[in-house]
């Protein structure tokens, strides 16, 4: 099973900063990674998918990177509503795994 | 407009059984694998099985392998959960959520209902 260790566990930022969530892969996932946004109560939004592609709808502060093991997700400049868990996910190898999750907060 | 609307989650006791379903629409269901997640109270997302488009092909997390039975009626735009043996650690919210892309298999999920809560507790 491949393992997903993301960190920091949480950020504590303020609107207008811009946030590094990090993601690591316990072996080579290519670039079969995805990030997830969920808020208090809700269900998970997709955010990235493919490291780097932006799901619809989603703006354009949401960027991802990285390929192997690494990958990053970056919010540009915090808006209010980004306060958030962020999860990353791989689809590289059964089974399906998602990262501990990072808590970004005010 | 995606919508997936789980129901029949509930209370059981340990060792008892459940079947949640989810009702899709709002997409041609029977084109999308659909999957199950489960979050445990104040934790993380577990992904615990996924079933193809067409109804033929699955996989499951070993911690639900030979319990959990994953299946679907596309007549009726509907997935299922049937749980069986359930244990204390069961306990969870259940998103069903809807691939991103038609006909495969273990992409990523754009789209989640809202969860039905699992209690497992004597």
């Known amino acids: 099973e491949i393992v997903l260790t993301q960190s920091p566990a949480t950020l504590s930022l303020s609107p207008g900063e811009r946030a590094t969530l990090s993601c690591r892969a316990s072996?080579?996932?290519?670039?079969?990674v995805a990030w997830y946004q969920q808020k208090p109560d809700q269900a998970p939004r997709l955010l990235i998918y493919?490291?780097?592609k932006r799901a619809t709808g989603i703006p354009a502060r949401f960027s991802g990177s990285g390929s192997g093991t690494d990958f990053t997700l970056t919010i540009s400049s915090l808006e209010p509503e980004d306060f958030a868990v962020y999860y990353c996910?791989?689809?590289?190898?059964?089974?399906?795994?998602f990262g501990g999750g990072t808590k970004v907060e005010i | 407009e995606v919508q997936l609307l789980e129901s029949g989650g509930g209370l059981v006791q340990p060792g008892g059984s459940l079947r949640l379903s989810c009702a899709a629409s709002?997409?041609?269901?029977?084109?999308?694998?659909m999957s199950w997640v489960r979050q445990a109270p104040g934790k993380g997302l577990e992904w615990i099985s996924i079933?193809?488009?067409?109804?033929?092909?699955?996989y499951a997390a070993d911690s639900v392998k030979g319990r959990f039975t994953i299946s679907r009626d596309n007549a009726k735009n509907t997935l299922y959960l049937q749980m069986n043996s359930l244990r204390v650690e069961d306990t969870a919210r259940y998103y069903c959520?809807?691939?991103?892309?038609?006909?495969?298999?273990?992409?990523?999920?754009?789209?989640w209902g809202q969860g039905a809560q699992v209690t497992v507790s004597s």
């Open positions: 079933l193809s488009h067409t109804g033929t092909n699955t």
């Open positions: 709002g997409f041609t269901f029977s084109t999308y694998a």
């Open positions: 072996q080579s996932v290519s670039n079969f």
């Open positions: 996910q791989q689809r590289s190898n059964w089974p399906l795994t």
């Open positions: 959520a809807k691939e991103r892309v038609a006909t495969v298999l273990g992409y990523y999920f754009d789209s």
């Open positions: 493919d490291a780097s």
